[in-house]
């Protein structure tokens, strides 16, 4: 991966007042683990005021898709991982007795932003209200990795973060503020660095192939390599592969010698092992073996029982040969609130039989950004697109087509190792791969295959048999996925993952872009809008102990990019002629311009540098013209052409229609934001989020925050607070004079504080706010209304006579001051934000 772009933050003008109601509330502190776990509450039942809830796995509904959804040195010796040492033994919690954060706070750690960095900001994030920092990936990885998926040792906590003692310090720091610490872990994959022998255990099995004692830790297929493992590095001259004492070179690569164990073959051959997606530098580990989740985890458990760590995040599960074995294990490892980056498209839920809390939230993002498009602007918007493109109207057509492509260019040796398995027709099993609508379907070896997986996977055959000769061996292909070896099932399982991802995620969604606020981890592009009835009935059946998020690491964009891009779904008459007058005066390749523009827009304003950077990458993932494995010189510069003229001869109108859609743009990143600080579920904060960020996709999300800007917004918004005469005639009039920054941290801030008020069990209970509101109360404590579709409310007029009934009682909006009760016109309510956010006195 590229490294992250630095872009600098201006200075804006100091910042006013901020906050008229209290201080959020000091959070409570993060309790010790006891020897005793405490007793778990009777289902439905809330905690006392201040005390840290202690749940259960959640009560997850059944399992349910829908057929056709869619959506994507040479090492002599080698250290055992060994625990750490600690003062005394700490048992650990059991199941069911542990904490559930109240929200989390994501950062991305790097060599230059490591763990004494986060310490600085512990009482920062106490006033901000966070109960638990959410750190990327920990264990040692490439050095100058700046992402950290690419473990090399699970032995040792990552030395340029500050390594275990500087672990143990930030957890110190943090627990004196209150805030405990949920770490990222990579159960997936290792990485093969460069030299090769930065990874010990693979260094080991490339020297003594099957009897080195770590060959059971690599998903290698030994027998189709004949006993020797295919390493994809070669790209040049044979003849530069050369022999350096008991070393083989071939430049910055280094091999053992003798080479009995492995070959080197053609870097666009596919390896001889399982890999992560397409990436042959990650080769893919077998935590399903008992041996190999103890020594990967022995790190991570041992600063569980030490009590440093509190919470886990799993990284792509439905890579593992069976998720729910890995986290059934996990849990009783450990006994820490878990919650697995799964991906869940359409109405896909999480399986039922998963010990696990939750998802990290891709499910809430998608449902959350539905809310604030207009299905009206769909069709207008479809035909810009492919007037623009000259592409299809049909997004289903383009991600058949892109998960065809990839499986051809990329899983070759996928499908061949499938293919050997089940002695199946290969083209046919290439066609059902295509036509897989969800990123797997959970069928395990010698158990029942469930009847939605079934659902799924034969679906996926009648739509495979359309685009096969007559006669096909379809439905012998999905009885072999389904129920014929064992090996055979767990293959076409890891298979599906990647094949989405791959083939929708990184391309469909560079291909096909009406409105690229819907181009997200999981989401649907051709589904315009969320209606308030679906959102209720999605948000009642919420685990109370799942991961929200608007913005994460891997986002495609942010989620204030997405409140731009949003309204353009209520304007498409205005937008077609911006892009018509941008078009105009600079063009260059039609499949890439009209995702430009959109971009350009709504991160706006932008250094031409990171834009290009931006959409060099994103011309690589659509695969029209140029691809990460077929660069083209001249159209890289042509790119950097055209962002130049762009931002030269259009910025003045890009400028101004960014500022013409602000009001209402700004209307939807507060709703978007306070809907899902206040849903049911853990609320994430990606690093920055808490004021407006306009970034892109990775690395551009990963550029360095400035927390210096955001600790004096939030200081002089409490000084504020600190000030505030209740009694005043108006206590909202200064609210009125607050920027989108000011207004956003406002609205995180007073959420965030009220979540330490509010118990996590708190039902989610609807509320009529017609058609451009969406309201509903936490139980009996906090009311939270949005505005949505600002510009048709603009349009019809405003609220007129709309009102909303407030629950009984006196409420008082955090945010403004003012008191509340009974029947409101929502034109009074919200006369100062789009949002509200109630407390019953």
């Known amino acids: 991966m590229s490294e992250p772009m630095v872009q600098p933050v201006p200075e804006p003008a100091p910042a006013g007042p901020v906050l008229t109601g209290p201080a959020p509330a000091e959070p409570a502190p993060v309790p010790e683990p006891a020897p005793v776990p405490e007793p778990v509450p009777e289902p439905g039942t809330v905690p006392e005021p201040g005390t840290v809830p202690q749940q259960g796995a959640p009560d997850v509904p059944p399992a349910e898709t829908v057929p056709g959804a869619r959506t994507g040195e040479d090492v002599d010796e080698i250290v055992d991982p060994a625990p750490l040492e600690t003062d005394g033994q700490i048992p650990l919690p059991s199941p069911g007795s542990y904490e559930v954060p109240l929200s989390t706070y994501r950062f991305q750690l790097t060599p230059d932003f490591g763990f004494d960095k986060v310490a600085e900001l512990a009482p920062y994030l106490r006033d901000l209200g966070v109960s638990h920092v959410y750190l990327s990936p920990i264990l040692q990885a490439v050095p100058e990795s700046r992402h950290g998926y690419d473990v090399t040792d699970h032995s040792r906590v990552r030395e340029e973060f500050g390594g275990a003692e500087g672990l143990r310090e930030l957890s110190a720091t943090l627990a004196q503020h209150g805030i405990g610490i949920v770490v990222d872990i990579v159960p997936n994959h290792m990485t093969i660095p460069v030299p090769e022998s930065g990874n010990a255990q693979l260094w080991s099995v490339l020297k003594e192939g099957r009897d080195s004692p770590y060959a059971s830790w690599f998903d290698i297929d030994w027998e189709g390599g004949e006993g020797r493992v295919n390493m994809p590095v070669l790209g040049g001259d044979p003849e530069e592969v050369v022999a350096d004492g008991d070393v083989l070179r071939y430049h910055d690569h280094e091999f053992p010698l003798p080479d009995t164990h492995y070959r080197l073959v053609d870097w666009r051959r596919g390896p001889g092992y399982r890999r992560f997606f397409d990436v042959s530098s990650l080769i893919g580990l077998r935590v399903e073996d008992p041996e190999v989740f103890d020594d990967t985890h022995a790190l991570i458990l041992a600063l569980v029982k030490e009590g440093v760590i509190q919470g886990l995040r799993v990284d792509h599960p439905d890579g593992l040969a069976e998720p729910r074995g890995y986290l059934s294990r996990l849990r009783a490892a450990s006994g820490l609130w878990t919650v697995a980056e799964k991906i869940l498209v359409g109405s896909e839920r999480l399986p039922a039989d998963w010990e696990c809390d939750g998802t990290t939230g891709y499910d809430v993002l998608n449902r959350i950004t539905g809310l604030f498009v207009d299905p009206a602007g769909k069709e207008p918007l479809v035909e810009l697109y492919t007037t623009h493109t000259g592409g299809p109207s049909d997004y289903a057509q383009v991600v058949r087509e892109s998960k065809t492509e990839v499986l051809n260019l990329f899983f070759g040796s996928e499908i061949d190792r499938l293919h050997a398995l089940t002695g199946s027709d290969r083209r046919t099993l290439v066609e059902l791969l295509a036509a897989m609508p969800v990123y797997r379907a959970y069928a395990v070896p010698g158990e029942p295959v469930p009847e939605a997986s079934a659902r799924i996977v034969e ?99 942010s989620e204030d990019v997405r409140a731009r891009l949003a309204v353009l779904s209520e304007m498409p008459a205005e937008w077609a002629a911006a892009v018509g007058e941008w078009s105009a005066k600079v063009s260059f390749d039609p499949a890439l311009d009209y995702l430009a523009w959109q971009n350009l827009m709504a991160s706006w304003p932008i250094d031409p540098g990171r834009f290009f950077d931006y959409l060099f990458k994103a011309a690589r993932e659509a695969k029209t013209s140029i691809s990460w494995a077929t660069p083209d010189p001249a159209y890289e510069r042509g790119i950097r052409d055209f962002v130049t003229r762009a931002v030269e001869e259009c910025g003045p109108s890009i400028a101004e229609f960014a500022a013409r859609i602000e009001p209402y743009a700004r209307s939807n990143s507060l709703g978007q934001k306070l809907v899902q600080l206040m849903l049911p579920g853990v609320p994430d904060l990606y690093w920055g989020n808490e004021i407006t960020d306009f970034s892109l996709v990775d690395p551009d999300n990963r550029r360095p925050v400035d927390f210096q800007l955001r600790r004096r917004m939030l200081s002089s918004a409490q000084a504020h607070a600190s000030h505030a005469n209740p009694d005043e005639a108006n206590p909202s009039t200064a609210a009125e004079d607050l920027s989108w920054d000011e207004a956003k941290l406002a609205v995180t801030a007073q959420a965030l504080g009220l979540r330490h008020r509010l118990g996590p069990e708190a039902p989610y209970l609807p509320i009529e706010a017609g058609e451009h509101g969406l309201a509903f109360a936490r139980g009996e404590r906090a009311v939270t209304v949005a505005t949505r579709l600002p510009v048709g409310l603009e349009r019809r007029g405003g609220w007129g006579s709309d009102t909303i009934t407030l629950p009984r009682g006196t409420w008082r909006d955090l945010l403004t001051g003012t ?13 100062v934000h789009p949002v509200a956010l109630l407390e019953r006195n």
């Open 819 to 831: 008191e509340h009760t009974g029947r409101i016109p929502l034109a009074h309510l919200l006369a």
């Open 459 to 557: 679906e996926a055959g009648r739509i495979a048999a359309g685009h096969l000769p007559e006669g096909a061996p379809v439905d012998e292909v999905v009885r072999q996925v389904l129920h014929g070896p064992a090996e055979a099932v767990t293959r076409f399982q890891q298979t599906c993952g990647p094949v989405m991802a791959k083939g929708v995620e990184d391309t469909a969604l560079y291909r096909w872009y009406p409105l690229s606020c819907l181009n997200e981890v999981g989401g649907e592009p051709d589904r315009f809008g969320e209606s308030v009835e679906e959102f209720h009935a999605f948000c009642r059946r919420m685990s109370p102990a799942t991961m929200t998020t608007l913005s994460t690491h891997d986002t495609k964009r």
